[in-house]
């Protein structure tokens, strides 16, 4: 989705340091294409609720007029806030996913005591190794592999190139190995 440029957006390369200006512009801007804003937000955050859209939007504009004397260099004021929305949608999604936690097995009542304490330890140790993966990392593979989510909804979801994700994946996969291993041992 490209961004509209307007005389608003390209004064900011004119203007000298001044943050109450550029706080007011970033209103400007918000006021003016609140809408288009929303709708962006919410075509990334799939099955998400108005609410969650209005959070992001307010999240990611409170923090740009927080830091506007950031912003002084920025030409395009609407296209950095939907960079900067794109960036808030991802963090959102991140943070769900660190806090979706790995489901609890049901126990087998065919399993014998020994076998429910085999995979009740693998569990823990496959919990540890989750845990020792960084967030990205983590993130896709409990995405992928727990919750079943395919990677091209993922990619979309993400905004994350489905390469990236697909690499992702296989580094953590090669570390749990690794570690399940080791731990065995």
Do not use: C
Request: proline share 5%.
């Amino acid at each position: 989705m490209g961004a509209r440029v307007t005389p608003s957006d390209n004064r900011l390369a004119d203007a000298a340091p001044d943050v109450d200006r550029i706080r007011h512009q970033v209103a400007d801007v918000v006021r003016r294409d609140r809408g288009r804003l929303l709708r962006f937000v919410h075509a990334k955050l799939s099955g998400a609720s108005d609410l969650d859209a209005e959070d992001v939007v307010a999240d990611t504009v409170l923090r740009l007029i927080e830091r506007a004397d950031l912003l002084t260099e920025v030409e395009n004021v609407t296209a950095y806030l939907f960079r900067a929305l794109a960036n808030g949608v991802i963090d959102r999604i991140r943070r769900r996913r660190e806090l979706t936690p790995l489901p609890e097995e049901v126990e087998d009542p065919a399993l014998g005591p020994e076998q429910t304490l085999e995979q009740t330890q693998l569990r823990r140790r496959l919990r540890a190794a989750l845990d020792r993966l960084p967030p990205a990392q983590r993130a896709v593979w409990i995405a992928v592999e727990i919750e079943g989510v395919p990677f091209r909804e993922l990619a979309a979801q993400w905004n994350e190139p489905i390469g990236t994700l697909l690499s992702r994946k296989n580094r953590a996969t090669k570390s749990l190995r690794q570690w399940l291993a080791e731990d065995a041992t």
